[in-house]
């Protein structure tokens, strides 16, 4: 991304930390009360997404600045970078191309002088004849049995979206196809699952971007020897797939390449979820499903590439995480969603974002002197309203949060879906509000409770409000509007990326732990080497030897 000016000595970066003072004073009651167009201000509409932004602690003011910000930063040129193929990914000299991978005009897109579409065009095409085919009960098991149980062997990104994916387009799922995801190394994560499909009806595919991973490898060695033990050598091919970018490794394997969904180093793990990563995915919904998905991804890339920073969804996003991050020193972020297929999009989130912003060397490779990506948690509304909302509400740390809340439920079961969508209104509108002291001892006070009590409870019954949130507001979950979200959260990470300039696109972060987890590996059985460790590790690896014996 080249050499670029600090960030803390960026005009607009410093006009923020004057402007911060003026709004850290400010009340949202108050501005709300002030501005009746505060909400419609503050929305921003994209097809059947309406993204409303305005229970935040900002003024006209403050967007303005951030906006600015984003425009000292370069950010449209860095945009067009990444939309160009330039090699974005400076550490390890890579184009960040998953735009490419939901490319639905086909414009081309040239990596290294070659254009990258034919070879998304071909996979996809692979990718749909396969999934049809097991879907139609054409490629079936080695015994000639329909394949009914898709195993998905991946983990990260390699598992994270098309699990994700696929629980939240379950609706969407053929009638007679199940999906199973195994990422955990923990032999429980297997055995769960092999115990309850049959080996006759049972697709594993392999997900790896590298084909090294240990989890994945393990896991996929022990599908393997199961199928071979019940159903013999012969039937691997009919029953295991590779997606990886590493032909070399797969063969090695033992799945035949003829088996293989390629997908290119262009393709980040956590950016994967577009390409023949989702191939569980496309056979539990259909490849018709899973391009529409691409089609809503799609059509956010063109509103992120080409809407103003004001009218721009991921930007504002963004920069409203800056905004927190940065200036208000709020380092955790929530995403609750209020749909239960939604369950596991917080945890798909975190990798996207931690994985990516969690850095603190720049692209010059100097320390950064501000911080990067926040923590990233959340769950299904209303279920965490009954855990973690406590801290949120009345908590000593404010955590901004995303509200997701589809207006139309796949599940319209009696009163279900008014009182979710009620419970997510009520909590951004209480998180913005507040509660105070006055109005909790009125509330007492009105439940007949004595003076003293009144006076006691009164401040333990206050909110401080002034917490903010941003809403998405859905027309109903489905593959469109799922591409157009997740869409939307890949280019608020790069967008962050871009201000905080760090590389977005390596993680060289989670190698030291692999490194030295080969190193103590022989030494839970083998020869302990007490000078290669400190005195915690060495008694942790002779407790665990102990209690093996
Ligand atoms: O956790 C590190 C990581 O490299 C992720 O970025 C990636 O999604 C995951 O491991 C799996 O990697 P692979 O697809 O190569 O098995």
Redesign the pocket.
Known sequence: MGSRKNLCKMKYWKKLHSHFKAVDKLKMRDLFDKDKNRAEEFTIQFENMTFDYSKNRITDKTMRLLFDLAGECNLSEKIEAMFKGEKINITENRSVLHIALRNRKNKPIYVDGKDVMPEINAVLAKMKKFSDSVRFGEFKGHTGKKLKNIVNI?????DLGPMMASHALQRYWAKDIKCYFISNIDGTACAQVLNEVNPEETLFIV???????IE?LTNARTCRKWLVDELGEHAVSKHFVALSTNKEEVAKFGIDTENMFEFWDFVG??YSLWSAIGLSLAIAVGMENFEKMLDGAYAMDKHFRSAAFEKNIPVVMALLGVWYNNFFNYKRYGVIAYDQYLKYLPAYLQQLDM?SNGKSVDVNGEDVKYSTGPAIFGGAGTDVQHSFFQLIHQGTDVVPCDFIIPAISHNEIGEHHEILVSNAIAQVEALMRGKTEKEAADELVKAGKPKGTVEFLKKFKAFSGNRPSNTFVFKKIDPYALGALLAAYEHKVFVQGVIWNVDSFD?FG?ELGKQLALRILPELKGDLHPAEHDSSTLSLLKIIRNYRK
């Open positions: 991946g983990i990260g990104g390699s997900a790896s971007k590298t084909f090294t991973t994945t793990g956590r994985e993680q989670v």
